[in-house]
């Protein structure tokens, strides 16, 4: 087992970070909802009945796993924002049983999360080499060891945290450097009725609100800020024009905030929004035209009887987006 360390700028972050809270409406970008504690967190909302995504793909993951290791041919396994890697296991043992299980890269802005999954792997499968990247995935992609052929994996419908445009660049980064022969396993959230989707982000205990305010309390850590989390409520809803979830923390009353180390000082209004999240649903249609812009040709589209979620399976296609080779990181 190893552990890479991608090279993070903490000025570059807090220089997003600043500029994100300045926009109309405020913003903060939501891949700071991952501490330790935003990652057990949203570990445990995917386990709540109202929240649909991790069953629906799982079951297909379950269904379709042993397709993919054959048609794929896969030896090395790249997880992207692999998190506690509760759902890997099931293509681990996919490869294993097509002979071809070889590399794991799980790669994780969270380093408790990465060394967690890699220490968990490497000893359930002792054949298996495991190279962990603590990295964001948005910057750090040229930090992937060498090795093919390669299967790339991205689910949760983490890619709907994008908006189109972003999407489509965040594929081209991962295609770039992609080997004629290595696949990209894509997890997407469905269309389907406002009601379901919007359940999934108000569940009953609470906890999507606990996720969403404590994006806050990483905020404070990272600018010396004194946010009090307590003060903001939890919004969530599906914009139909957009085809989108937004998640917002709403402020309780007027409200001055001090982020010394952003050089920033905030008023918000009682009511003031901040926009935490947004969360894309698509058609199979939006998929396939979002892969090949990013220099991918759709392979095999996978979906429940109930179109809840769909797994998209993508073949690299070395006709389109050109670049680099990813490399071995600082250790």
Not at 241 to 266: C, F, H, S, Y
Request: aromatic letters at 8%; glycine letters at 8%.
């Amino acid at each position: 087992m190893e552990i890479t360390l991608g090279d993070l700028d903490p000025g570059a972050e807090l220089a997003e970070l600043r500029a994100a809270l300045l926009e109309r409406p405020r913003r903060i970008p939501s891949r700071y909802f991952y501490d330790r504690r935003g990652s057990e967190l949203f570990e445990a909302i995917t386990e709540l009945p109202e929240y649909y995504p991790t069953r629906a793909e799982t079951a297909l993951l379950e269904a379709h796993a042993d397709e993919i290791a054959r048609a794929t041919g896969a030896e090395e396994l790249v997880e992207l924002g692999s998190g506690a890697a509760s759902k890997t296991r099931i293509l681990l043992d996919a490869l294993a049983r097509a002979g071809n299980l070889r590399t794991y890269v799980p790669l994780d802005v969270s380093e408790a999360m990465v060394r967690r999954s890699a220490e968990e792997l490497a000893a359930a499968y002792p054949e298996l080499t495991v190279h962990g990247l603590v990295a964001d995935f948005h910057h750090h992609l040229d930090h992937i060891p060498p090795g093919e052929p390669r299967l790339v994996i991205f689910l949760g419908s983490t890619i709907g945290n994008l908006r189109p445009a972003e999407a489509v660049a965040f594929l081209r980064g991962i295609a770039a450097p992609m080997a004629p022969g290595d696949f990209f396993l894509l997890g997407v959230d469905l269309v389907k009725e406002t009601a379901v989707i919007e359940a999934a982000y108000n569940d009953a205990a609470g906890l999507t609100a606990e996720f969403n305010r404590n994006i806050l309390r990483v905020v404070n850590r990272l600018a010396g800020g004194d946010f009090e989390p307590d003060r903001f409520a939890h919004r969530a809803f599906f914009d139909p024009a957009n085809r989108w979830i937004e998640m917002r923390l709403v402020a309780r009353g007027a409200q001055t905030v001090r982020l010394p180390k952003l050089d920033l000082t905030l008023e918000l209004a009682d009511g003031e929004e901040l926009l935490t999240e947004i969360s894309c649903k698509y058609e199979r249609r939006q998929v396939e035209r979002m892969l090949a812009r990013g220099g991918f040709s759709l392979d095999r589209w996978f979906t429940d009887d109930e179109r809840l979620f769909g797994l998209a399976l993508a073949r690299h296609d070395a006709s389109r987006p050109e670049g680099g080779s990813w490399h071995q990181g600082t250790i």
